[in-house]
């Protein structure tokens, strides 16, 4: 009897299982397993840059890295953002992907984030990144592909691809970055400044804070 119990009880777990799986695949606004492999998915369509909508409408934002912004919500878009989407839209499109997880599985706007990859190996996040169509910005730390995806990015800056061959910003004298949020700021930013000392770094160039990973700060836009 209680060798039935017991098999009962396993089929049970199994079945709870594939109902999370399965949640997590129709794009279901359900907790997100906590799980390690990967995960083979087909996109449906691109939102952006950075951004694509499954089969079944679950969203998944790339991992590590952040593209031109395209036009929403009455905003005009970035530079090179529809440059961007295309370039994403023409990778992806209609595809079967294996999805790949980092600690967090999902962001404050309940997007899945994930590494993507396509069947012949392609990371899609690097090459985006290698392209000069997004750089990288991490949210989390460390980072899986940490070394393939900035390599990516000093070969796209050292080509001058994309983004890399649009006229700097306004010069600063330097820059301030933080190593724990690993974003780098304009030096008069407010968020800059409220580092803490023990985690700030300057940079002469913007390009050096780029090469060794940073993510410019959104709101001084350096």
């Known amino acids: 009897m209680w060798v039935r119990r017991m098999m009962a009880g396993k089929r049970a777990l ?10 997590l695949l129709t794009g279901y606004e359900s907790a997100i397993p906590a799980y390690d492999a990967p995960v083979r998915v087909r996109v449906h369509s691109v939102s952006d840059g950075d951004t694509v909508v499954l089969e079944g409408g679950k969203r998944v934002r790339y991992l590590g890295i952040d593209a031109p ?3 929403h ?25 294996r999805l790949e997880f980092e600690r ?3 962001d404050d706007y309940g997007r899945l984030l994930a590494y993507v990859f396509l069947e012949d190996g392609t990371l899609v996040n690097s090459e985006l990144v290698r392209q000069g169509l997004a750089y990288l910005c991490p949210k989390q730390r460390p980072l899986r592909y940490w070394d393939r ?4 990015q000093r070969q796209a800056m050292k080509e001058q691809r994309g983004l890399w061959s649009l006229p700097p910003p306004r010069r600063e004298p330097v820059y301030m970055a933080n190593k724990s ?3 780098f700021h304009r030096p008069s930013c ?3 400044r409220s580092a803490k000392p023990s985690n700030r770094l300057q940079f002469k160039e913007r ?8 993510c410019p700060c959104r709101q001084c836009r350096p």
């Open 181 to 183: 949020s690993g974003i």
């Open 73 to 97: 919500e009455g905003k005009p878009g970035d530079p090179l953002g529809d440059g961007a989407a295309r370039y994403n839209r023409n990778l992806v499109s209609g595809r079967w992907v």
């Open 207 to 214: 390009s050096q804070a780029f090469s060794e990973g940073f």
């Open 104 to 106: 967090e599985r999902q």
């Open 149 to 152: 995806l900035l390599e990516a």
């Open 69 to 71: 912004e395209v036009a």
């Open 14 to 23: 199994g079945s709870v299982a594939v109902v999370l799986m399965l949640f």
């Open 190 to 192: 407010p968020l800059g």
